[in-house]
Every structure is written in C-alpha cells, then in structure tokens.
C-alpha cells in the first residue's frame, strides 16, 4: 500500500524547535521528490519546502527560509523537517507530500501531524 | 513568485448542478503546469487533475480541467454529493510552488 505518514508534531512554546517526519512506503521513496506542504487553522494550503529524490537540490518558501531544514534518508525512507525558531503563525498541519519529480504534482500525500506554537 | 487567485471564494449549488471553478495566476504557468486538488473536512488533499487537463488515477470523467496561460478552470459536470468540498489549485512550473486560497463547493 502506498502510504506517508508523518509524526513528531506537538505543541511548543514560540522560540522552540521541532522535527518532524514523514515515513514512506509502497513506492519508490528514492525516485520522488518530496515536499512539505501546511495548513493554518481554518486556512488554506501553503507549500514549505522540497528536496529532490537524491537531496542535492533544496527549496524553501520565504515564509520558512533560514529557520526550517528539510532533509531526507533514502536508507530508511523517511523525510525530516527541522523546525527552529518557531512562531505562532507557524502553528498548522502539516502534510508530506510525494511527486514523482520536480515539474509534476504531488500525487501521494499523508494525513498530516498537527503543530501548535504557543505559550 | 506566481499568485494563484481562486474565484468563487464561495460556490452554493445543489446535486445534479454543473460547477465551474476558476484559478487566476499572476504571471503565465509554464507549460500549464497547473494541478487541482479537492479537501474534505479533516483529509488530506487529494490530487484530482495535472498537467491543467488531465485526471488523475481513478478520478471520474465528470472532473474536467481547461487553460492555459494564467486562466484556468476546473468544472465538475453533475455534482453529486460527495463532491461538496474545498478545490485547490496549484502551480509547479517554478522552483517556489504556490496554491490558490480555495473555492468552497457547498450544498446549495
């Protein structure tokens, strides 16, 4: 079955870190670049982050630029997001989402882990 | 980065009805590298249509995508009632992706 499934969500007071992770499988995690895409309460879908299948090409939203890493192990096929120096308007799921490369959509997504930023 | 502005904010329409879904973009999309995605409360997005016109696996002929450029269209047929959801469009043709705000298909 193909299927992501992202943890490592929480509540955090603003200023802290965070990592998430998204697990794969059913598909060749190595092959697909992998982004992650948020989801504010009440709002709508903002792209975050992408990291080509062999990690060698990286982009990032200006919104998240400088505070968040994205990194992948193909070994465990398993996407990461390092969250620093978080704000409150980060607090929102936050999905992982698998394209078969860049220029195509994305056509696997998961359930989303829930991130809170407050004090 | 491209803008993607979606209009109706809000669309009120009953079963059987023909909806039409627009996605504005601030500069062309290249190579209409334009997707839709639906959203039902508490899911996950699921893609529907890439490419501004074709349908992803297993979405059924009543989804249809139109454009190119920077006006695109997704249009539901007949709706039925499971297609009562959030539409999202999305670009991929620049390194910096970018979605629309939504339409909202609601029960008329």
């Known amino acids: 079955e193909v299927q992501l499934v992202e943890s490592g969500g929480g509540l955090v007071q603003p200023g802290g870190s965070l990592r998430l992770s998204c697990a794969a499988s059913g598909f060749p995690f190595s092959g697909h670049v992998m982004s992650w895409v948020r989801q504010a309460p009440g709002k709508g879908l903002e792209w975050v982050s992408a990291?080509?299948?062999?990690?060698?090409?990286?982009y990032y939203a200006d919104s998240v630029k400088g505070r968040f890493t994205i990194s992948r192990d193909n070994s465990k096929n398993t996407l990461y997001l390092q969250m620093n120096s978080l704000r409150a308007e980060d607090t929102a799921v936050y999905y992982c989402?698998?394209?078969?490369?860049?220029?195509?959509?994305?056509?696997?997504w998961g359930q989303g882990t829930v991130v809170t930023v407050s004090s | 980065e491209i803008v993607l502005t979606q209009s109706p904010g809000t669309l009120s329409l009953s079963p059987g009805e023909r909806a039409s879904l627009s996605c504005r973009a601030s500069?062309?999309?290249?190579?209409?590298?334009l997707a839709w995605y639906q959203q039902k409360p508490g899911q996950a997005p699921r893609l529907l249509i890439s490419?501004?016109?074709s349908r992803a696996t297993g979405i059924p002929d009543r989804f249809s995508g139109s454009g190119s450029g920077t006006d695109f269209t997704l249009t539901i047929s007949r709706l039925e009632p499971e297609d009562f959801a959030v539409y999202y469009c999305q670009q991929y043709g620049s390194s910096l992706l970018t979605f629309g705000g939504g339409t909202k298909v609601e029960i008329k």
């Open positions: 500069q062309s999309v290249s190579s209409s590298y």
């Open positions: 989402a698998a394209a078969r490369g860049f220029l195509r959509s994305f056509d696997i």
């Open positions: 990291i080509s299948g062999s990690g060698d090409s990286i």
């Open positions: 490419g501004a016109s």
